[in-house]
Antibody
Framework: EVQVVESGGGLEQPGGSLRLSCAGSGFTFSNYAMSWARQAPGKGLEWVSAITASGDTTYYADSMKGRFTISRDSSENTVYLQLNSLRVEDTALYYC???????????WGQGTMVTVSS | QAVVTQEPSLTVSPGGTVTLTCGSSTGAVTSGLFPYWFQQKPGQAPRTLIYDISKKHSWAPARFSGSLLGGKAALTLSGAQPEDEAEYYCALYYSGVGVFGGGTKLTVL
């Protein structure tokens, strides 16, 4: 079964950092771009970031550029999202998504919740 | 960053047909923006239905179809079922950077 499973969410103070992880299974991880999207409580989806299959190119939404960093370790079938300088408005359910630029988006994870509050 | 627009809400009768649209602030939606459509039901993760305008994933019901219509991407539901009541999001890609629309709440009534 093809799946992606997120972890690493939690409660963090404004200005703090978190590292989200997403483990892929059931597919050849190194062949696929990977993406992150988020959804604030009661709000719509917001695209966050993506990384190509090779890992040599990354993309970010304007509002996250410079604060968030996506990376991948294909030997571990894992993609990461480093969240720095967290703001209250970053509070959201963060979804890992298989696919992105160059490979079709298909499978979504169940999400990991990030709460930024003092 | 570009803005992607969708109808906030639509209603369709059971068995009826409805078309949702997805527009871009940069102009006409073309194949180069790789339009996607996602379905999200309350309490669930989104599910990808359509990619590259009209290509369907294996799990997408045959009653859903994608197209370009009047300079926008379109999702047409033919023969609506009660289980199709959900939020539908489109997404467009601008040189690798994705942008979601605000979503369309579809009511089957």
């Amino acid at each position: 079964e093809v799946q992606v499973v997120e972890s690493g969410g939690g409660l963090e103070q404004p200005g703090g950092s978190l590292r989200l992880s997403c483990a892929g299974s059931g597919f050849t991880f190194s062949n696929y771009a990977m993406s992150w999207a988020r959804q604030a409580p009661g709000k719509g989806l917001e695209w966050v970031s993506a990384i190509t299959a090779s890992g040599d190119t990354t993309y970010y939404a304007d509002s996250m550029k410079g604060r968030f960093t996506i990376s991948r370790d294909s030997s571990e079938n894992t993609v990461y999202l480093q969240l720095n300088s967290l703001r209250v408005e970053d509070t959201a359910l963060y979804y890992c998504v298989k696919g992105g630029w160059g490979t079709p988006v298909d499978i979504w994870g169940q999400g990991t919740m990030v709460t930024v509050s003092s | 960053q570009a803005v992607v627009t969708q109808e906030p809400s639509l209603t369709v009768s059971p068995g009826g047909t409805v078309t949702l649209t997805c527009g871009s602030s940069t102009g006409a939606v073309t194949s180069g923006l790789f339009p996607y459509w996602f379905q999200q039901k309350p309490g669930q993760a989104p599910r990808t239905l359509i990619y590259d305008i009209s290509k369907k994933h294996s799990w997408a019901p045959a009653r859903f179809s994608g197209s370009l219509l009047g300079g926008k991407a379109a999702l047409t539901l033919s023969g609506a079922q009660p289980e199709d009541e959900a939020e539908y999001y489109c997404a467009l890609y601008y040189s690798g950077v994705g942008v979601f629309g605000g979503g369309t709440k579809l009511t089957v009534l």
